[in-house]
T-cell receptor
């Protein structure tokens, strides 16, 4: 099976712009989660989608949003970019077996805000 | 707020040495997972521990889940340069959100 893919891998934007990141999960996985990773804060949970519905949301401002399509592909959008949004954005798809989630991460999108 | 604290933050040792890194919380987790992340890549799942006191082995890596399911450890025997990376622990909290520790950055010197 192909792994989780994320596009683009690298992105440079300026303050005030918006950005859309894309994630294609492993075939058959219906849950997709997004994380922001920075050196200072580590990996922080953004949101989780399951069957096109947002199942959970982290403590990020409303500028961060996401959605999931019927084929389980997901996008996240960040509007009015700030310098502090520079980070590695990771997507993970998962399945649940015997009550335990197993997450598989994509390589991430490195976003730089100038 | 449920937190996962990892220690040490950084560890640099010689090839062939043994090491242990820790993941601690004041809260109970139904399961904990360990990941390794290399530069420019996403984290890769190493193991999931579910039962208190559980021990799992993956070649030279031994993972243990505390009896009370509040802490976990990763022990590496005879470390090799290929073990270099960022080791992360993660668990799903009672708000059903997956939280990660900030990681232990391990560097094995040849």
């Amino acid at each position: 099976k192909a792994g989780v893919t994320q596009t683009p891998r690298y992105l440079i934007k300026t303050r005030g712009q918006q950005v859309t990141l894309s994630c294609s999960p492993i075939s058959g996985h219906r849950s997709v989660s997004w994380y922001q990773q920075t050196p200072g804060q580590g990996l922080q949970f953004l949101f989780e989608y399951f069957s096109e519905t947002q199942r959970n949301k982290g403590n990020f401002p409303g500028r961060f949003s996401g959605r999931q399509f019927s084929n389980s592909r997901s996008e996240m959008n960040v509007s009015t970019l700030e310098l502090g949004d520079s980070a590695l954005y990771l997507c993970a798809s998962s399945f649940t077996s015997v009550g335990v989630d197993t997450q598989y991460f994509g390589p991430g999108t490195r976003l730089t805000v100038l | 707020t449920q937190l996962l604290e990892q220690s040490p933050q950084f560890l640099s040792i010689q090839e062939g040495e043994n090491l242990t890194v820790y993941c601690n919380s004041s809260s109970v987790f139904s399961s904990l997972q360990w990941y390794r992340q290399e530069p420019g890549e996403g984290p890769v799942l190493l193991v999931t521990v579910v039962t208190g006191g559980e021990v799992k082995k993956l070649k030279r890596l031994t993972f243990q889940f505390g009896d009370a399911r509040k802490d976990s450890s990763l022990h590496i025997t005879a470390a090799q340069p290929g073990d270099t990376g960022l080791y992360l622990c993660a668990g799903r909290n009672r708000d059903d959100k997956i939280i990660f520790g900030k990681g232990t950055r391990l560097h094995i010197l040849p």
